[in-house]
Structures are given as C-alpha cells and as structure tokens.
C-alpha cells in the first residue's frame, strides 16, 4: 500500500486488490456510505455482495488495472485521501480551489423554484447526490430542482441544507445564493413553539 496518508485515521477510502478473487475493491472508512454509493459507480464501482460496504471493480477485468488507477486519480482530485496498492497508485495533486466558480449553485429560478447547477468539467458528477436526494434533472435547462414538497418554504431550506451537506462530504464546493442563506440562517434561529 502507499504511503500517501499519515494515518488509517485520516483515510476516506483504500483502493486494493483482492489476490483471491482477482478483483479490486474500493473500501470506504471515512467516506459515509450514502457518498460512497453516489460516487463510486461513476467510477465503475459496483456494491460487493460478498463484502457489506465495499465495491468491487465491475467487469471487464481486462481494463481493472488502468480503471483503478483512474478512480483513484479522480477521488484525490477531488480532495478524498485515498490509500491505494502501488500498481494503483499516482501521484496526483489536489485540485486546485477556485474561488470563482464553485463546483455547485444553488439558487432561486423565476419559474423553478429552488435549482441547483453543476459546473462542467469535474472528475466526479455530483449529480448523483442531488437526485439520490430528490433533486430532479430539468434536461431542458440543465439544471437539478429541489424536490416538490406541500410546505414549500420549511421544505425547501432543509432540501437546501441537505444538499450542502451532501455535497460538503463529497469534497464539493458549494454557493448558495444570499438570500436563500439568509433564510436558512433566519429559520434555525427562529425558536420553535412547542405545545
């Protein structure tokens, strides 16, 4: 294994191959499940079902060796701290921070309601975490709409808040309009009556 971590501790996930099997496994330990499962199949990763919480590389096993070397370049582009095999391993520097165009907006649309846009040109789509969190593709747009909900407002900041949050853990960087922080902000500090 590499060195290119301190510490087990400080890792979000070991990219390794199982000599039994012949297959490469992607074990997630500081990268949550939920972050896990949205990103590793984009990087052609598939759930193990003989390992609970790990992915296997899918096949073909022709490619596993050069897909591995890929998803890990990606991950630490992207700011993950990957242990990998050497035959995996890349030196590969973390993406550098823009403070110009973040890697996700969030904003209010005239007609949409609450949108998210994605940035082109990143290692890993964060697409899947806004729809696995209810957030629709408008194709048309190409833009993400936060989920429908009957108590708009209420609904609406915590879809925002959630999706932040996602999108934090997967190593993204996210802005949000002002004024939708602003009533973010506003509603958790507004006390709640209790009955």
Not at 35 to 48: K, R, T, V
Not at 131 to 150: F, I, K
């Amino acid at each position: 294994m590499s060195a290119f971590p301190e510490s087990d501790d400080t890792l979000d996930i070991t990219i390794s191959r199982n000599d039994q099997a012949c297959t490469v496994l992607a074990t997630p330990s500081g990268m949550a499940f939920r972050i896990a499962d949205a990103l590793l199949p984009q990087l052609g990763f598939e759930p193990d079902p003989a390992a609970l919480g790990s992915f296997r590389l899918a096949v073909p096993p022709h490619s596993s060796r050069e897909r591995a070397v890929t998803a890990v370049r990606a991950l630490r582009t992207m700011g993950h701290r990957v242990l990998a095999d050497p035959e995996f391993d890349t030196c590969v520097a973390a993406r550098p921070s823009s403070d110009d165009e973040p890697d996700v907006a969030i904003g209010r649309h005239p007609k949409l309601g609450i949108v998210a846009a994605v940035a082109d040109g990143l290692p890993i789509d964060p697409a899947p975490l806004l729809t696995r969190a209810g957030w629709q593709h408008v194709s048309a747009l190409d833009l993400y709409r936060a989920p429908a909900t009957d108590r708009a407002v209420d609904d609406n900041l915590l879809a925002i808040a959630r999706a932040a949050a996602r999108l934090h853990h997967g190593r993204y960087t996210v802005a949000v309009q002002l004024e939708l922080v602003s009533a973010v902000l506003a509603r958790s500090s507004t006390p709640t009556a209790h009955p």
